[in-house]
């Protein structure tokens, strides 16, 4: 998400006309807006519904010279129009008299029983797999889609703000959107030409990128990735459409009948097929929905057309506006392909009508299906290069060829004017501002400095800290890259510094090879999991305040050295070696441990250790998206996909000093779920056992958190190194409804707050042979009855922050336990 809002305010910062246009406002007798009203030229299909307040913007190539205007319970009313532009209208429809022995609806909410459109609506539930790919066992087709963001809202105090000097030529390219009827400049446009393969039995899909060319960023593949992403593949077939990582209910879900309300308005021909048109919209504010009106065939029960537009009193943040169409063909009198697909977002700090924001824009084709021609597994499985030159040098003629629809001449001027643009002084000023907001780094002659995020922090060991470093960097594909940082602690008086080196060895397998050294202050408690990051910093060892003294730190000196292959996609083998010692970072905490020779204790105590490993490592993340293909790549939907880990360890003995021999089995496994309309569950399960004598530092503390940040995966009412263990297991949930609970509650549906639950439990054990190794003053202690903490938050404050209430279940006798604990996570998301 992070990425995303970078993205907004960079684009925030850089920033043929229709025959008719009517905009307004549809009002009752006594002054109350109509909702979901229905708004169409006269004898004609072009249309729209008003929304919750009431208003309404509806354009058209065509001239017309009248528009109507209707609702269940009220008369209609057709309003001639004198001019082809016609805006801010007051249209006020009256209530229809009741005949005698008639039932009039008055209301907005339809009824279930007795309803046409959900008879129909039945029959689509019944066919929807019957139509589409899906009816094929193998299908492929070819794919052009078309992704542009433009400024919109513009006005005189945009174009003569200081900002622009010297970039006034950008607004020749001013146009009006004709679904909400602001003005709009664009200035990103990016094209793609696809071959796309899919075989239902293999359950396989393959995207072969043919053609690839954009505005202005030409080798920005990562902001080209962020912007796909924003627009995730659906199906309107589905019960959930997910978008910006919500489930909003589809108009043809199995659940639809509970949250939407249903119309059989029409029926007419659409092309050459008989169908019926239904208008559906929302029973209830500030729930993931939509209003529109689709068309569907009266005998295969398959959509020809739908438009969908997201309610404006959604839970969905930094978006003002969606706006979905799809138009679907018919092949062989019967089976329905989708040909066209439309996305339209209109991001915006304020929702308010008027604010200025960014429209970001989806235009998909899909011409050419052919049908039951089957292809290898391997097809399907094998890597390919992931950057082609002519992929994305192809000549002019290449997209005369294959581009579906012609650029207006509005998206052609676009192409002219970023290249001009970039010759501006003052837009490479924006642009540089930010890329830093986007990355974290400033860049200085092909280096970085940063993390601009990280430069200060706090501990018991160091007390006030600096930290700067940086990178190399030429381009977001380099085929190596050195990272470092320096830092100083004013109250241990220490230098600290870490250094890494990777280097990219085969583009196709990223076969890589990498090195480093970290000399530095770690919680080594922190996570369950092994970390050989010679660049990593926790906020445990670094937070600004701390619940009690955060002084059970360690003073680390880390080597690695190793190699990591993709042998087939998102699956990453890595074998590290690896050198450590360490120590105590404070007076008040220890890792003594008893020296033991031969099987016997010699009576040593010794305060440090020295310790080589060898790990072998499996890092499975089906569906993860990367951008970039140099030694190092961007996800782009992180948090989005499985991740599955397994990690083998092998500690050396008398191999450079080392002074312990053990063994150690690892797995991690984290899901997300989208859970239909109750939200998006998060969860984590941690398994591992250490084979062998080892003392506190190599053992398995079970990760507490001091600190006053939520911090997933963590422990928040224990303290560091509260349990111990060198055999454990943990479980860690965390649900977040979305505002589902709190938008049936008046006076706090406006808020748009959001609730979030969290649960999570770990199970360990300790030998009683690695107590007896124990000298450190810290008594051993495992959760053996399983320790567990529960948790319930308040998200979307502000819409930029989330505030728990923690919970500590059992083990309610520990020293100076903590029952209950507040926390809170600064965050963005829509």
Not at 38 to 53: A, L, M, Q, R, Y
Not at 349 to 360: T, W
Not at 634 to 648: A, M
Not at 652 to 681: C, H, M
Request: with cysteine; charged share 25%.
């Amino acid at each position: 998400m992070k990425h995303y809002f970078s993205l907004f305010f960079f684009l925030l910062s850089i920033v043929v006309v229709a025959q008719t246009k009517v905009s307004g406002v549809i009002i009752g007798d006594g002054g109350e807006p109509i909702p979901f009203a229905n708004v169409i030229f006269k004898d004609s299909n072009e249309g729209t519904i008003s929304n919750e307040d009431g208003r309404f913007y509806l354009e058209s190539d065509e001239t017309y010279s009248t528009v109507v205007f209707s609702f269940i319970g009220y008369s209609s009313k057709e309003v001639p129009l004198t001019q082809r532009s016609t805006y801010n209208m007051t249209v006020t429809l009256g209530e229809e008299a009741a005949a005698l022995n008639e039932v009039v609806i008055i209301s907005g909410n339809q009824s279930k029983k007795n309803n046409p459109a959900i008879d129909i609506l039945r029959k689509i539930w019944e066919n929807r797999r019957e139509n589409g790919t899906k009816k094929f066992a193998q299908y492929q087709y070819d794919k052009y889609e078309k992704l542009e963001f433009d400024l919109n809202t513009i006005d005189s105090s945009l174009i003569k703000s200081r900002i622009f000097n010297g970039m006034e030529f950008v607004f020749d390219q001013v146009d009006t959107s004709n679904v909400t009827g602001n003005t709009y400049l664009p200035i990103f446009i990016n094209e793609a030409f696809s071959k796309v393969y899919g075989d239902n039995v293999l359950n396989e899909e393959k995207e072969v990128l043919e053609g690839n060319k954009n505005s202005g960023f030409s080798n920005n593949q990562t902001l080209i990735a962020f912007v796909k992403d924003l627009y995730s593949e659906y199906d309107v077939y589905d019960n959930y459409l997910k978008f910006f990582d919500k489930a909003f209910t589809s108009p043809l879900s199995r659940t639809g009948i509970d949250v939407y309300n249903y119309v059989l308005l029409d029926s007419a021909y659409r092309g050459n097929k008989w169908c019926y048109n239904i208008v559906y919209y929302p029973r209830r504010k500030n729930e993931l929905t939509f209003k529109g009106d689709f068309w569907v065939n009266d005998t295969t029960w398959a959509i020809k057309e739908i438009n969908l537009q997201a309610s404006k009193s959604a839970n969905l943040n930094w978006v003002r506006e969606v706006y979905i169409e799809q138009e679907f063909e018919v092949l062989n009198d019967s089976i329905f392909l989708i040909t066209r697909d439309y996305f339209l977002s209109d991001f915006s700090l304020r929702k308010k009508e008027g604010a200025r924001g960014i429209y970001g824009k989806r235009t998909t084709l899909y011409d050419n299906y052919v049908f039951d021609i089957p292809k290898d597994k391997k097809f399907y499985s094998e890597q390919v290069d992931p950057y082609q030159y002519e992929v994305y040098n192809r000549p002019d003629e290449f997209w005369e060829q294959n581009r579906m629809e012609q650029l207006s001449k509005d998206e052609k001027g676009v192409y002219k004017m970023l290249d001009t643009l970039k010759t501006v002084p003052r837009f490479k000023t924006l642009y540089n501002l930010g890329a830093v907001l986007a990355s974290g780094y400033y860049e200085v002659n092909n280096f970085d400095i940063g993390p601009v995020f990280s430069v200060f922090g706090f501990n018991e060991a160091e007390g006030l800290r600096i930290r700067l470093g940086g990178r190399t960097y030429f381009s977001q594909n380099d085929p190596w890259r050195i990272e470092g940082f320096g830092a100083y602690g004013f109250k241990d008086e220490r230098f600290k510094y870490g250094i890494s080196a990777k280097l990219l060895l085969d583009r196709r397998t990223r076969l890589t090879v990498f090195a480093g050294n970290r000399k530095d202050v770690e919680q080594t408690g922190a996570s369950l999991t092994n970390s050989n990051d010679v660049l990593g910093r926790s906020l445990a060892s670094s937070s600004l305040i701390s619940v009690g003294a955060n002084d059970r730190l360690s003073r680390i000196n880390l080597t690695t050295a190793g190699f990591s292959i993709e042998p087939s996609k998102n699956l990453i083998v890595r074998l590290t070696g690896s050198y450590r010692t360490l120590r105590s970072a404070t007076d008040t905490f220890s890792i003594d441990y008893f020296v033991k020779e031969d099987g016997a204790f010699t009576g040593e105590i010794r305060s440090e250790i020295s310790q080589p490993e060898i790990e072998l490592a499996f890092n499975f993340t089906p569906g993860r998206k990367t951008s970039g293909y140099g030694v190092e790549q961007t996800v782009i939907n992180d948090g989005d996909f499985p991740s599955f880990y397994l990690g083998y360890t092998y500690g050396l003995k008398d191999v450079f000093s080392g002074d312990f021999e053990y063994q150690k089995l690892q797995a991690l496994y984290t899901q997300p779920w989208n859970i239909g309309g109750l939200g998006r569950l998060y969860s984590t399960v941690e398994v591992g056992k250490t084979f062998g004598e080892v003392p506190l530092s190599l053992l398995n503390p079970i990760p507490g958190n001091q600190t006053y940040f939520s911090l997933y995966n963590t422990f928040t009412q224990l303290d560091f190194y509260e349990f111990v263990s060198d055999t454990y297991s943990s479980l860690h949930l965390q649900h977040n409804f979305g505002g589902r609970l709190f938008s049936r509650i008046p006076g706090l549906r406006k808020l748009n707050l959001r609730e979030v639950i969290g649960f999570r439990a770990v199970y360990g054990e300790i030998s009683d042979k690695n107590i007896a190794l124990n000298a450190s003053g810290i008594p051993y202690r495992a959760p053996n009855d399983i320790y567990y903490e529960y948790s319930f938050g308040i998200g979307n404050i502000f819409r930029i922050f989330r505030l728990d209430f923690n919970f500590r279940g059992n083990y309610l006798d520990n020293p100076d336990a903590r029952k209950f604990g507040i926390t809170g996570i600064f965050g963005f998301s829509f």
